[in-house]
């Protein structure tokens, strides 16, 4: 699959300011993932300590905090996982299904889906 990035604002735990970060559409990895420096600059703090795998088959500890994220017209709130400041900016999987998008690696953008609801409604 190609890869591609996508221009996305990361928000204060206020949601009122926000900064603009080109992201590569990662959607191997679970959470999105960015520099912690630019997190702590925008007050976002981190809530718990979690083991990730790489690519490489290494894990490592990265600190997971909640701020909010804009794209494609919406904000929501997002789990953020605090990265090494050289370290790329990832758009994961969980901020992909939150925002209601897929990936169409083929012409590299972001399309909109309908949700799924598995229990019936009578």
Request: glycine letters at 10%.
């Amino acid at each position: 699959m190609g890869t591609f990035t996508v221009t996305v604002e990361i928000g204060d735990p206020k949601g009122q300011r926000y900064e603009e970060v080109e992201a590569l559409v990662d959607t191997r990895a679970t959470y999105t993932s960015l520099p912690g420096s630019l997190l702590r600059s925008l007050g976002v703090s981190s809530s718990v300590t979690r083991t990730f795998i790489l690519a490489d088959g290494r894990r490592i500890q990265r600190g997971l905090g909640d701020t909010w994220m804009r794209l494609h017209g919406e904000r929501h709130p997002v789990q953020v996982i605090f990265a090494e400041d050289d370290s790329a900016s990832l758009l994961g999987a969980v901020a992909l299904e939150t925002f209601g998008l897929m990936v169409d690696p083929v012409n590299e953008l972001l399309i909109p889906v309908d949700g799924l609801l598995m229990a019936s409604q009578g």
